[in-house]
């Protein structure tokens, strides 16, 4: 690698689109979350500088390691999680804006970098040696388990549809040609299933088993204070903005015009209202919906893709 291809690569991941710039945009949805929250229930709303107002407020707190944690397990598990999105954002805009330079298996590589923020959630709330932070922990990886059958099965459609490409590049390109893989019977299941997993992906009911605040005390994240907890709450900012894109990247045609904004919002908006009309499951009620419900559904949607619709 060159000295200027490096430098460029540097300023991709700490600036656009990685850190910086999806943090950013990340934290602004938030806003956008809790302002479309609050007209549901018949509130005002926080100003929009409120994410990032709290965000700097834990920087600037002190962080407390619990005694008896983990320590080296315990702080390097926030860290986890985000430089995994930052590495999710690069590869995500690459892929939009330059399809044919995309490699072989990125699909493959984006389902792994997505799956290491509940990863390290686990891996931190276990270092904490706190029982509910124990409890928490179970929960997700008993929900990562759960939703991730039917969110593998839901990407199995596009790689049909592409006759058995595994590169997002000829996800997007052949969308571009023949229009977004959304407007067929199997993608618009496939699509309705990777929305419901993104619900459970990011912690949102009727997915939020892990932290149930009424339950176990924010569960997975009790014992985090100051900067790593803010870094958690970065990696979920950036995690709502980069999930929305990867659907309307995979399902409705990329980033190929101004509609996508629009279909990026749409995705958005729906997520916040299934968040804020459905109470949250029970995980064995979760854990049922996914394989038996979305499994089975996901099967249906393979089948069709196969048979072309």
């Known amino acids: 690698m060159s000295w200027f291809s490096g430098w460029w690569l540097a300023f991709a991941f700490i600036v656009f689109p990685g850190f910086l710039f999806s943090s950013t945009v990340g934290l602004a949805l938030t806003w956008v979350d809790r302002l479309v929250s609050a007209r549901v229930q018949w509130r005002k709303g926080p100003p929009a500088y409120q994410p990032f107002a709290d965000v700097l407020k834990l920087l600037l707190k002190e962080t407390v390691v619990p005694a008896g944690a983990a320590r080296t397990a315990f702080l390097l598990a926030p860290i986890i999680g985000l430089a995994a999105m930052c590495v999710t954002a690069v590869l995500l805009f690459y892929v939009n804006f330059f399809p044919h330079a995309s490699f072989v298996g990125d699909i493959i590589v984006l389902v792994y970098l997505f799956a290491l923020p509940p990863l390290a959630t686990i891996v931190g709330a276990s270092a904490s040696r706190n029982p509910l932070s124990a409890v928490g922990a179970s929960r997700e990886m008993t929900l990562y388990l759960g939703y991730e059958l039917p969110f593998l099965l839901a990407l199995v459609v596009p790689?049909?549809?592409?006759?058995?490409?595994?590169?997002?590049?000829?996800?997007?390109?052949?969308?571009?040609?023949?229009?977004?893989?959304?407007?067929?019977?199997?993608?618009?299941?496939?699509?309705l299933i990777v929305l419901i997993c993104i619900q459970a992906k990011l912690g949102y009911p009727p997915f939020d088993i892990a932290?149930?605040?009424?339950?176990?005390?924010?569960?997975?994240?009790?014992?985090?204070?100051?900067?790593?907890?803010?870094?958690?709450?970065?990696?979920?900012?950036?995690?709502?903005?980069?999930?929305?894109?990867?659907?309307?990247?995979?399902?409705?045609?990329?980033?190929?015009?101004?509609?996508?904004?629009?279909?990026?919002?749409?995705?958005?908006?729906?997520?916040?209202?299934?968040?804020?009309?459905?109470?949250?499951?029970?995980?064995?009620?979760?854990l049922r919906f996914?394989?038996?419900?979305?499994?089975?559904?996901?099967?249906?949607?393979?089948?069709?893709?196969?048979?072309?619709?």
């Open 159 to 191: 790689i049909v549809k592409t006759g058995g490409a595994i590169r997002l590049g000829d996800f997007v390109l052949m969308q571009q040609a023949g229009g977004p893989f959304l407007y067929s019977v199997s993608g618009v299941i496939a699509a």
């Open 290 to 309: 996914f394989w038996f419900i979305l499994g089975v559904l996901g099967i249906a949607a393979v089948v069709l893709a196969f048979v072309g619709l």
């Open 211 to 286: 932290e149930a605040e009424q339950e176990i005390m924010s569960g997975v994240l009790i014992e985090y204070s100051g900067a790593p907890l803010a870094v958690f709450r970065i990696t979920k900012a950036m995690m709502f903005f980069l999930m929305p894109l990867f659907l309307v990247t995979v399902f409705w045609g990329g980033l190929g015009n101004w509609w996508a904004i629009l279909k990026f919002l749409l995705i958005v908006v729906l997520l916040v209202l299934i968040k804020n009309t459905n109470p949250r499951l029970k995980i064995d009620h979760a």
